[in-house]
């Protein structure tokens, strides 16, 4: 199902168990209830299972974390909190039982917690994105500090947090922790009553589920039908009959003010008015057959009759948009007859500004002309003279006006009026075009001695490339593309009066083939460098986190646990390949070295984690007559046990197999002959389907 529709059923359905919650309540079930073993469960499509009462008012907040990391990241994670891990072999197989009992699949991470035990694990899919290493850290940065302080829900707010951070490439940031109670109530019961509200519930929720999908998908179907994307072919029929009554209604109305309009300014006057009036005409006959298609009885598509809806509803509107503009000049021709002075003062005033600019424009047209070819000024050379013709022309027609009013032919004023104007706005565009070739002459000939040397460059470049063994087999390609830019260089570089517009763009036709067979051989070498310039500085930090974490570990080997000293062996190893590599694969060698950064912080995490929780067990057991700094760092426990402070063998500090506190074991803490850290990782090698994800004690 859709993501956000199985959010929605999720939120759906967890209010609704909510809900049984407060029915037992009200109905007297408000004491703590007995905590109960629990074997693999199933989640039955919700994404959050609490069979302890751990998350309390909190679980929308656990709910819209989730929701939030799967519709950025892609990413789904499931939480269980049970009492205690029961009916598999260990937390791993509890873990992975539930995760395949749901069949989770490979973007699906399971973060499973047994509130009684203090333990929690993270099954994944062995494909997931995430490896070993940010796992780790996610679970040492995010998962074991909260639930160490019994923030139930921020175990997995955090979790989700750290997920979508780790899956956009980012570190994992510092948990959000409000402590909490090392025992929340509302876990399993018997209680009759609570199975059949909870059964209760599960069929409403059923229910409701079955109502809201079928809902949805008749809003789908509806969607659908009415056009998600657009108008319907309903509403297309509709604007099409509106806008063809109402073009044909213009067209109709257009037809008899060209009528008044000829009687009025003549046929000269009017002919382009003339000229947009039968363009319209033959818009809407186009229109009108479209339309006969749409009616008639032969069957069509959907797709043909959308196109031609949409083609009567263009023709439609750029026919009256023409027919619009046309009334509105002759409206302004109108107002020009009804009063004409203003126009003749504007008139007079424009060609009194312009007549000034004609000498200056004919002196620079000679400059420009004796600093460039004929070819570079040509479109420019009668510019000076047509203007002062122009000028001349719209003096004499507005001149005559006064003439034409007094015998009463205030219509042919008006026409002579505007034309007048016409006049004036050509004798300016002709003045400011010598300014602006001038502008456009001179930055080209300015910028053309830049583009000869950058296109004799890449001829120098791709000539070079020839010689290498990467560009020979690009010999066929490159030669012809070079000898055509090299005689556009040639030919800019060539002494007399050049055309630089033309040659500059010669020589950016003549580039743009080489320049384009030349970039991929760049961006490899491009990449390359920015490669080398990262490797640098990833081999420089991990180099650096490593022998921190070194000398973290070996000043507290008394308290660091295998899974620390395997992260930092491994981040070594890394190391070491990513120098091997160096030179021959940098990009190779950036990879190991990033996934050894990766390790070394996740050791810095688990050692970190190990003395934290040797600190917490150490403060709670009590003195031993022991120097704490000396067991911490090995020098101690490593005399004592027979080891000479050489190595770390596992065992207790005393020689013993109970962990911290010689003699004596806790039943819920290090025994066994092993020490389990916060965030010790399990062997997928055992796993079913070889699943991934550690897991411990917190």
């Not at 002062?388 to 001149?399: C, H, I, M, R, V």
């Not at 067979?517 to 986190?545: I, K």
């Not at 190893?573 to 694969?585: C, H, P």
């Amino acid at each position: 199902m859709p993501r956000t529709d199985r959010s929605r059923y999720v939120r759906t359905r967890s209010r609704l168990l909510a809900g049984a919650v407060i029915v037992a309540a009200m109905v007297g079930l408000s004491a703590p209830l007995a905590a109960q073993a629990t074997d693999p469960v199933s989640l039955n499509g919700a994404y959050v299972l609490d069979r302890t009462g751990a998350l309390g008012s909190r679980s929308g907040e656990v709910q819209d974390a989730l929701d939030e990391l799967s519709s950025t990241a892609g990413v789904n994670l499931f939480v269980v909190y049970v009492d205690t891990f029961t009916g598999a072999d260990d937390k791993e197989a509890w873990a992975d039982e539930t995760a395949v009992k749901n069949d989770l699949g490979v973007n699906d991470v399971l973060l499973a917690v047994a509130t009684k035990d203090r333990l929690y694990q993270v099954s994944v899919d062995p494909k997931f994105a995430l490896d070993d290493g940010q796992l780790s850290t996610l679970e040492t940065t995010a998962i074991v500090p909260s639930l160490r302080q019994n923030d139930w829900a921020g175990a997995a707010i955090n979790a989700a947090t750290g997920l979508g951070e780790l899956s956009r490439g980012e570190s994992v940031s510092a948990p959000v922790i409000t402590p909490g109670s090392a025992t929340p109530s509302g876990g399993g019961a018997s209680n009759a009553l609570t199975l059949v509200l909870g059964g209760l519930v599960v069929v409403i929720a059923g229910v409701v589920g079955v109502i809201y999908f079928r809902k949805r998908s008749k809003a789908t179907i509806a969607a659908s039908q009415t056009g998600a994307s657009g108008p319907t072919q309903a509403q297309l029929d509709r604007e099409v009959g509106r806008l063809l009554v109402q073009l044909d209604d213009a067209v109709t109305s257009s037809e008899q003010e060209l009528g008044f309009a000829i009687a009025q300014f003549g046929e000269d006057a009017t002919g382009g008015f003339t000229e947009v009036l039968a363009a319209a005409k033959d818009k809407v006959r186009q229109s009108f057959a479209l339309k006969q298609n749409l009616d008639d009885h032969t069957p069509d598509s959907a797709d043909d009759r959308r196109a031609w809806s949409l083609k009567i509803i263009e023709l439609c509107t750029s026919a009256e948009a023409d027919l619009d503009a046309q009334a509105e000049a002759f409206a302004a021709l109108r107002e020009v007859e009804k009063n004409p002075q203003p126009s003749l003062d504007k008139i007079a005033a424009s060609v009194a500004a312009l007549q000034p600019r004609i000498g200056p424009a004919a002196q620079k047209l000679a400059s420009l002309t004796a600093r460039y070819s004929p070819a570079a000024v040509a479109t420019i050379a009668e510019n000076p003279e047509q203007a002062d013709k122009l000028l001349a022309y719209a003096n004499s027609t507005a001149s005559a006006v006064a003439g034409q009013i007094s015998s009463g032919a205030a219509s042919e004023a008006a026409v002579s009026i505007t034309r007048a104007e016409a006049a004036v706005t050509q004798a300016d565009t002709l003045l400011t075009a010598i300014d602006s070739l001038e502008r456009g002459l001179d930055d080209a000939a300015a910028g053309l001695a830049a583009a000869t040397a950058e296109a004799a460059s890449d001829v120098a470049e791709a000539r070079a490339l020839l010689s290498t063994a990467d560009g020979a087999p690009m010999s066929a390609e490159l030669t012809p593309l070079i000898s055509a830019l090299e005689t556009a260089v040639a030919r800019a570089s060539g002494a007399g009066a050049l055309n630089p517009l033309a040659e500059l763009q010669a020589l950016q036709l003549a580039n743009a083939p080489l320049d384009q067979a030349l970039a991929g051989v760049r961006e490899r070498n491009a990449q390359l460098a920015r490669t080398q310039e990262q490797l640098t500085r990833t081999l420089s930090s991990a180099s650096s986190t490593i022998s921190s974490v070194k000398e973290y570990v070996v000043t507290r080997r008394g308290a660091v646990s295998v899974d620390a000293r395997t992260r930092i062996a491994e981040a070594e190893r890394l190391l070491g390949e990513a120098y091997s590599l160096q030179q021959t694969d940098p990009t190779s060698a950036l990879a190991q070295a990033t996934q050894a950064a990766r390790f070394a912080q996740a050791a810095d995490q688990a050692a970190r984690s190990d003395v934290d929780a040797y600190g917490a067990y150490s403060n709670q057991a009590g003195g031993s007559g022991i120097d704490g700094s000396a067991v911490l760092g090995g020098i101690l426990g490593g005399l004592l046990s027979g080891s000479g402070g050489r190595s770390y063998s596992g065992g207790g500090l005393f020689g013993g197999s109970s962990g911290w506190g010689g003699g004596s074991s806790r039943s819920s803490g290090w025994g066994g002959g092993s020490r389990s850290s916060g965030s010790s990782r399990g062997s997928s090698s055992g796993r079913s389907g070889g699943r991934r994800g550690g897991g411990g004690r917190f």
